[in-house]
């Protein structure tokens, strides 16, 4: 009775902030301005213009979410694994910069990426040609992936930091080398980790706009500018919410594609 009593502040929270938005969202995609019911905020969707603009979203969502994967899953394996003096300063290192405002970290990049930016200041002191990265689908590549790394990293060092590493041990001692030890036995244990980490990058990249909009500059159109534009500037929360319902869905799906691919491996 105490522990239900200690979860009605979560069960509010939870219908004010998630369950009403959804249903808000859900009235808004299937009525026009006058109320009444329709599906053409859907059906409008699915033109050349727009599937476009979500197939390049998923696009750099993808590569954004892989990339992060390559380089996190050494880095939370040698976290977990090396003994570190200062193993909590570096993590630390990875947890600084997320207490900084976002908009603050994405607008840095400006510095270092732009013409005259770092980067290019840099390459001209060895005496190599500038290049432009800025406003390019590099540019909001590096910005997704420099959000979104801490949060593939954190989920693969949890669960790597978890395994019993006398297993590991045991299979040594019983003659397995150790590319057969990491394909076998850690990187099967560390899945729960990968799939939480790459559910947490994907996700959010996929929707993504403030990124797109200060890297890719202002023509730089992914689906989460797409929604911005028509609840901000167009002031077409139909049609916004009709958007955000399908990208709803579509990232329910991969989520639901990530558990099973997971659970099968975990079984096998």
């Known amino acids: 009775m105490k522990s239900t009593k200690?979860?009605?502040?979560?069960?509010?929270?939870?219908f004010i902030f998630t369950i009403v938005p959804v249903f808000l969202l859900i009235n808004y995609a299937f009525s026009t301005n006058t109320g009444s019911f329709t599906i053409d905020n859907f059906s409008r969707f699915f033109s050349p213009l727009y599937i476009g603009i979500l197939?390049?979203?998923?696009?750099?969502?993808?590569w954004?979410?892989?990339?992060?994967?390559?380089?996190?899953?050494p880095?939370?394996?040698?976290?977990?694994?090396?003994e570190f003096k200062n193993r909590n300063v570096l993590i630390l290192l990875f947890i600084v910069p997320m207490w900084m405002n976002?908009?603050?970290r994405t607008y840095a990049w400006l510095f270092i990426l732009g013409n005259n930016g770092v980067l290019n200041i840099f390459l001209g002191f060895l005496g190599f040609p500038q290049i432009r990265l800025l406003f390019t689908d590099a540019a909001v590549l590096i910005g997704l992936v420099y959000t979104f790394l801490p949060f593939m990293i954190f989920p693969i060092y949890s669960s790597l930091s978890k395994i019993d590493y006398k297993i590991v041990e045991g299979a040594q001692d019983l003659g397995a080398n150790s590319f057969y030890v990491m394909l076998k036995i850690?990187?099967?244990?560390?899945?729960?980790?990968?799939?939480?980490?790459?559910t947490m990058v994907f996700m959010p990249a996929v929707a993504t706009f403030l990124v797109s909009n200060i890297l890719g500059g202002g023509g730089y159109m992914?689906?989460?500018n797409l929604i911005e534009q028509q609840f901000m500037i167009v002031g077409n929360r139909h049609f916004g919410s009709a958007i955000s319902l399908i990208l709803l869905a579509l990232i329910l799906v991969f989520n639901m594609l990530i558990s099973t691919l997971i659970r099968e491996e975990e079984t096998n």
């Open 222 to 224: 992914l689906i989460g």
């Open 6 to 14: 200690l979860a009605i502040p979560y069960i509010i929270w939870i």
């Open 102 to 104: 976002f908009l603050v």
């Open 64 to 73: 954004s979410t892989i990339i992060c994967f390559i380089i996190a899953y």
């Open 75 to 82: 880095v939370a394996y040698i976290l977990s694994t090396k």
């Open 55 to 62: 197939m390049r979203s998923f696009y750099m969502a993808f």
């Open 186 to 198: 850690i990187f099967p244990l560390s899945l729960p980790g990968i799939a939480s980490g790459l």
